[in-house]
Nanobody, 117 residues
């Protein structure tokens, strides 16, 4: 059974930083493209950042230059470093794993990030 467990969310003031972690079990981690998505109240879930097993990344325009996605294949963990946080970054952040061998997609339970003024 594949499990994704996020941690690191919380309340932070605008301009501050948070680091999210996503620990993956039950799947060969390096065979997954890892992504972070977010969903704000009343809005659709959107892609924030994605990283391939080889380390190639892409970001939503709204977070470029502020957020950094990374992965540690030895620890089966993906990270999202969020700097210069803005009020509009407030959302539930979800970790996503896309297995490149069989196309299976997995989601974490989500972690709340709240940015205050």
């Amino acid at each position: 059974q594949v499990q994704l467990v996020e941690s690191g969310g919380g309340l932070v003031q605008a301009g501050g930083s948070l680091r999210l972690s996503c620990a993956v079990s039950g799947s060969i981690f390096r065979m997954n493209v890892m992504g972070w998505y977010r969903q704000a109240p009343g809005k659709q879930r959107e892609l924030v950042a994605r990283i391939t097993s080889g380390g190639s990344t892409n970001y939503a325009d709204s977070v470029k230059g502020r957020f950094t996605i990374s992965r540690d294949n030895a620890k089966n963990t993906a990270y999202l470093q969020m700097d210069s946080l803005k009020l509009e970054d407030t959302a539930v952040y979800y970790c996503n794993a896309n297995n490149i061998l069989n196309g299976a997609i997995y989601w974490g339970q989500g972690t709340q990030v709240t940015v205050s003024s």
